[in-house]
């Protein structure tokens, strides 16, 4: 292939960029095993970005090592501590240097194929290097997928993540493994087209009311260093201290969720105390107050443990968990429906495991898909709340807050305060969907 | 009835107290609407404290002025901050005055009795009020029960809760409505032995491990004003600065769960903003993992929202709005058992939800049942995390946290960091058990 062709399938695609990006350890991979929805459209030509941005991920190792060497201990130190744990430093070492050996593998694919390639920490990820890369490329999970997405606004630009460590994480939203091992192969494919596209719809929320404040925090690093902590903080705090007020007309705010977004009460304490963690965090559950109005219906008082409202893609994830059954329950439905009934519903294996398999399944859809799905978690039933439905399809969702100390989670990584007197509206845009690849 | 009468009826019970707490106005209602479990003891006789502290709640009204008086705001101000939250100065002002009304009355009838009484807000509440008191009397409801019994390890202590404000709140654990207005009748019964006891199991938990730390963290109060904020954070500090080390031994921890216990990740950012509230907590949610031991059985590896352990008591509570099913959850499960067996079950809304009721019932037990209910909740299944039990009974249940910044809540108000190395053993014990009173 020319670079006349490169260049030519280079325009097909306006500004395209494959985007591998690495999750960190801590990554929540709230995915179960179907396989991931194909619908998608074929590629018309393949295509070859130019220049390629390689992030990587934070490995626990590293993570581990950061932390303990902030409290100056030695490396010696780290492995006795973790060990203490019953962690292995030679396990953490080891997952670390399959990582490492697989993001050195996407490298170097991508510089014999002639491609301009700036390696990035995960921690240094932001606009400009989406900017600067006609090609993003890393290896990684599904948490950073989420963080790579929120970065990218636009829809020409897809997203692929490869997933560095098949045997510790799912992976949902990462190429096929074995492309791990064949990046190779992964980058052919994309020149010769021999993929299809994979549209992943993303919510939009607007926000309204009082005390609100559309300055999103970013919560993907707060497992790293105390330094990295405080200067967060720092930051946050400044940009809030500028942006707090009341908005009387919807704000649009600067983040998309690629999974879903959660509304709840968080209410937290913050101690110090003599640990290698930058702080104690201890969280006391209480109910979310809140209303809610589906398609512009009627609002309707909810009391729950939170509120989910996701994508096709997010109907893997977390809002996959909050709504399955497990064999259990459906085995425990049947047999008193057997007994209320009369019927002689057979309470077999087969029939349990085929029932709670289908059931499960009518909770997920497909990424590309026009709607989002909520869920009322864990929700509260008295003679003040009326429960009535629990979960449901919708285009438009309105929530008003009346929560205490809540806050509103896109994609468990950025975070906004919702309480008492906000009110925000969820929706899609086909302006914020965002281009991913679908390799066999 | 004479005070010699007193005297005797006094020595029967050892050293008996009514204690009717007020809960703070955020406490967690998580109950639903079948009534108590009514096995319990009948009382021989009567008896009657000589010294009873009354114990009253922070109402929301006093809460929001507190708030804003700190942030040097005047009445009128919270008049309009309020409205412009939509919330309603003078709805809180007739809740608080409710109360307050309430509260009145029962210290009147007490007083009428001769009974000494002294009153102790709830922030006031402490181990020397239990102790003094050998009848702590207050108005409230679930809420404060929850802290009450906290401090109550005295199982000659019965426990009583009036419900002050029964339009606003369920009050599971308060005495029946009606008393809250004829509480002079309640004490009468009280006085006459017309009244059963009834014992409540609460959950005792052992730690053991590397960097635990036995010091509990008070979060009842944490929604209170940023003196006491600030205050309740040095003081922990302090005391957690001279505890946190390695026990080799199990450690017995210093409060007993009424309702439930809950383990489960919490890594939150505390990010101080322009407000009336002491800080801005934003929650990540993120999976928890976790070993389990069922009754000394084999160890489990577990990935999911957190574990929920429940007494009968709390089986009543957040375990079961962990648990249950909604109609709509059951007639889809009977709708697809009945695609799958060809029987012809019937999806009638009186069938729907006569299955949804047996269900749920049977997620509770009694509060004396000598057994706990553990709650896997949103459990994670993949390659690696096998989702056997999702639940059960038990009578002894051992946690291994593979958590990085997690804690084990005791009754939504008293918090255990619980990371990484750290082993709890939940089991029941009689000593623990809590005496409150069933009135009919």
Redesign the interface.
Known sequence: MTSRTFLRNFLNYGNPVVTIFSGSY?S??????TPVCKVAWQAETGFKPSKVAVVTKTTRYEFEQQRYLYAELSEEDLKQLLA????SYFGLLERHNIHTHNVGQIVDNLQKEGIEVRIVKRREYDEDTVRWADAIVSAGGDGTMLLVASKVFDKNKPVIAVNTDPE?S?GHLCLPVRYTHTFSDALQKLRNGEFSWQWRQRIRMHLEG??I?PTP?D?HE??LSLEQ?SK??RT??EA??ST?H?YTTPCLLPVRGLNEI?I?E??????????F?P?????????SYYEISIDDGPWEKQK??GLSICTGTGSKA?SY??NK??A???E???R??K???G????LNQE?IE??TE??NE?LIFGPEENKVFFSVR???????FS?S???GFASKICV?SRC??A?M?VD??T?F?F???AIATISLCNEDLLRTVNLD
Do not use: M
């Open positions: 801590c929540r991979l709230y995915f179960h095993q203490l744990k019953g962690s510790r799912e009082t005390g404040n925090v919560l707060q497992q902590h967060a903080h946050t705090t809030q201290r707090t009341n959660f709840g968080s209410l937290s304490s913050r101690v110090k105390y003599k640990s963690k702080h104690l965090t201890l969280s006391h559950h209480r109910a729950s443990s977390w968990n909050i059954l497990v259990q329950a459906v425990d439905v049947l008193i429906g007994a209320k009934t019927l002689d519903i057979p029939v085929s029932v289908a059931y009518s864990e929700p509260i039933v008295n003679r003040v429960n439905r629990q979960r008003r205490w100390d806050c989670v468990g990584g975070s305060e309480n008492d007197g």
